[in-house]
């Protein structure tokens, strides 16, 4: 059963930049950990404090196998530690989703 992370976090405004080069960060270390990156999301129009992550997974087993090869990649480890250093991540939650068959990576049929 594919299952999807999503990671809401509140973010601190004014360090925008900070939280963006974190997720780019996760962009190379993710998909090396085995995880499925689907995105990370800042704020656009409306709250300028709420970004989103999502990550999928085959399975909770593969969840597993992906958190062990995060704590020993580096950079990871490095990630994380400059969120909390730099304190631009002030809260984080976590949600599984299963995915519903036939409704991801569909393309666009006619453009817009």
């Known amino acids: 059963m594919p299952l999807t992370c999503f990671i ?3 973010i ?10 974190y997720a780019e960060a996760w962009g190379r270390i993710i998909p090396r950990c ?11 129009e409306g709250s ?8 999928g997974f ?7 196998r992906y958190r062990a090869a995060l704590r020993r ?3 990871g480890r490095a990630n994380f530690e400059r969120a909390q250093r730099e304190r ?10 299963q995915d ?9 049929e006619l453009a817009p």
């Open 34 to 44: 085995g995880g499925e990156l689907i995105g990370y999301f800042l704020p656009y």
């Open 58 to 64: 085959d399975d909770l087993a593969a969840y597993e």
């Open 48 to 55: 300028n404090d709420v970004a989103w992550g999502l990550i």
């Open 12 to 21: 601190d405004p004014f360090q925008r930049d900070a939280f963006q080069a």
């Open 8 to 10: 809401r976090y509140q």
């Open 100 to 108: 519903v068959a036939g409704t991801r990576e569909r393309r666009r």
């Open 73 to 75: 990649d580096a950079e």
């Open 88 to 97: 631009f991540i002030l809260r984080e939650e976590r949600s599984w989703l």
